[in-house]
């Protein structure tokens, strides 16, 4: 396949695999952009997804950081590759409120058995944009010959 | 307070921040326990909170892990004083499937400004339990003075 | 092999590797014991890897903390096997001073291609122990077929 | 102080620091570059830092990755206080080996309690510069008040 060819299908990929997570629609996540080696995941301020200050939960923070990392791990992988978070680690900088946020996740590097990631969170207001967490995820290669896919 | 009746308090403390977490009504997770720094979070199978091969998302798994981690933290804190989550790292054993999810919170270390916990994520099916994550959090402690209470 | 001679081969298989770390003679680390699944280094305090306020730097408390969690991991691969740290995460819960450091690694989760394991770095001092560091580190398996040895 | 000579005196701070920190002596590190929230550490390979494989031991490249974070934190703060590591996360992308290591620290966010942090550490040869490392550190903002001085 061209480049752009590539680029069309990990974006058809990356696409269908999240319209299976199920947690996406709950939570109300879509993905805004796929290029090759970065993901970004759109989460609109909504009111079911808080912890106790009103605030966005640091566990929906971490669902759109890790599967924007995710996302940007498949996006780099061959066609036949699915591909599960080992680990993550986020900081989380700042309280995450505002219209909505935004998680951008990129490939470090890529190896046949892992892909280390790493993404911002950001939250926009009123034009104007704030980081509020930093992810660093470890991607394990899975063959979807096990059965698996993505 | 006797010791006893300062454990009924951080109970109700406990349940009563949690009950105002919007995500956990949400994704359907309870308090299960409170006991002096720990807290154990039970999460039940359901279909809304997947990822793409069908398992719990790791999103969901680190929702109630860093949530039993956080509420650890509130249980040895005094009245006056709140937490929130400054960072946490998550490593994912096994997929996240079965009956239900049960994440115990414990504390390491509480100073005065920073509480260290660990918990771990089990996965409960057919009478037996399985451990699928392990978490390591680091919790700030808020003066509710500032106006965050928990 | 009986687990006994399984054992005694892990020992030795970890005694070995470890003497081929030139780090550890330069900063007086040496094993404690070897267990199937444990490992426990210990450093001495001395003057020359300490931090600017006579503390041992966190550095060279990952480096303990990290290599007992490897030749935990290590402790129970097949002799033909070797393993790579692929990241570890630690949280110093006080300043590592004392007599001497101990770092008790274990693991937590033995698969395939990927070993999870925690560790705990404990500070001697008359007589009484506290732990000061908490770690958890993610081991690739690696093949010796490769060149690489432990 | 004009920002110029706020930069004179980060530069001073973090160097006297640095001198006072002996691990740094014993492993070879010196500082490179400070800059405001920036500063750079490099490590020439030398043989008595290694692991079992020949590269240069996780705990060394984790000690410069750490050093340069908090030093990075340091450089923007007030010149009575002082940082502590309270924990960090590494990613070791490939084997530390060439001529030297560059650890770049940079900081993400400084609030009053906490300073985010985030580094990479490269490996140089040949002219040639290859990143192996990924690491994200908080720093606890100390009272040099409390006796503890950078």
Chains 1, 2, 3, 4 share one sequence.
Request: aromatic share 4%.
């Amino acid at each position: 396949m061209s480049d752009a060819a590539q680029d069309r299908d990990a974006d058809r990929r990356v696409r269908e695999s999240f319209g299976r997570q199920s947690i996406m629609a709950t939570i109300g996540a879509s993905v805004q952009s796929v290029r090759h080696g970065e993901v970004e995941i759109v989460l609109p301020f909504v009111d079911h997804i808080l912890q106790q200050h009103g605030f966005i939960h640091a566990g929906a923070v971490a669902t759109i950081a890790d599967s924007a990392c995710g996302y940007a791990a498949l996006s780099v992988m061959p066609a036949a590759a699915a591909v599960l978070t080992t680990e993550f680690k986020i900081n989380l900088l700042s309280p995450a409120k505002g219209e909505r946020l935004r998680a951008v996740g990129r490939v470090v590097r890529a190896g046949k058995k892992l892909v280390i990631t790493m993404g911002e969170v950001f939250a926009d207001e009123a034009g104007a944009s704030k980081q509020v967490a930093l992810i660093t995820a470890t991607m394990m290669v899975v063959d979807t010959g096990t059965g698996l896919r993505n």
